[in-house]
């Protein structure tokens, strides 16, 4: 399944981690890879892994290649992954989660982790909160270990539930000494499913400070301008969201219960359409 041309020659690389499906509120991770892979010098696609069989084709539909009305190829989903030198050697690994065969991918990126010598990975995405588009985007972290746990700081509380393809891959990395962290950005809930560049932003800001890798972040500056002044135009129109908003921004201030956030949020998704208690 995992198809690699040439391995590259590396100098202790970190792995990043983005995969699109279950989680990755506002675009936060898979843009920041994206934003890396831009980044990068000499970028370069050296492996992919095919997801024919294993993908939610409902979910995650094959591409169809037409030149001059004719179908050319079918191009099925899969992960990449890219290496290049971005302050340090990193390698990017994108794609949809698959919904089959966890166990066997897992082990072979794994082996591949350990194939190119990484030492660290970085796993990258975003989450739906109850937090203000007006403040800064907090980035909550988990790692593979105690002490790991204790040099990243801004810790995901304890958790037991559900899990992503993601968190899957970082306990196994853990279990073979390669230290492996989460981070995920914060975003808005009210606007979860549209890009944010200020969680694009906050997640490429933790990553350098946690592995040295490091992005010119002023075009994300103006795009994150850009997007507040947006939301703010869209909050005009919308009295309840903005109510929401207001909410949200007196928690800190002790206006505001987190059992009053809860019912503010759930009448919210009610009047939207949304049963917060449906599968």
Same mark, same amino acid.
């Given at each position: ?111 591949? =982790?350990?194939? !190119? ?8 995405? /975003?989450? @739906? %909160? +109850?937090?203000?588009? &007006? ?44 230290? =492996?962290?989460? !981070? ?8 979860? /499913?549209? @890009? %944010? +560049?200020?969680?694009? &932003? ?44 207001? =909410? ?32």
């Amino acid at each position: 399944m995992l198809s690699i041309d040439v391995w590259p020659d590396m100098n202790d690389p970190v792995l990043v981690v983005a995969l699109t499906g279950w989680i990755d509120a506002g675009l936060a991770g898979a843009s920041a890879a994206d934003a890396i892979i831009r980044s990068m010098a000499a970028a370069r696609e050296f492996g992919t892994y095919d997801l024919g069989d294993s993908a939610d084709l409902r979910t995650t539909r094959p591409l169809a290649l037409l030149d001059g009305g004719v179908t050319r190829r079918i191009e099925w989903p899969h992960l990449t992954f890219t290496g290049g030198r971005v302050g340090r050697d990193v390698v990017v690994l994108t794609g949809p989660e698959p919904c089959l065969e966890w166990q066997r991918l897992t082990e072979e990126i794994v082996t591949a =982790a350990e194939r !190119l010598g990484v030492k660290m990975a970085v796993m990258l995405g /975003g989450m @739906p %909160s +109850p937090v203000s588009h &007006r403040r800064p985007v907090p980035v909550l972290a988990s790692a593979t270990s105690r002490a790991l746990a204790q040099e990243v700081g801004a810790l995901r509380g304890d958790y037991h539930g559900p899990t992503g393809l993601q968190s899957v891959l970082q306990v196994a990395l853990g279990d073979v000494g390669i230290d =492996a962290v989460g !981070l995920w950005a914060q975003v808005p809930h009210y606007i979860s /499913g549209t @890009p %944010s +560049p200020p969680a694009v &932003r906050a997640l490429l800001e933790r990553l350098r400070d946690i592995a040295l890798i490091s992005v010119d972040l002023r075009d994300l500056d103006r795009q994150a301008l850009l997007y507040a002044a947006q939301v703010e135009e869209g909050l005009s129109d919308r009295p309840d969201v903005a109510g929401l908003v207001e =909410a949200l921004e007196s928690v800190d201030e002790g206006d505001i219960s987190g059992d009053d956030i809860a019912r503010e949020i759930e009448q919210f998704l009610r009047s939207d359409g949304a049963d917060p208690e449906a599968d």
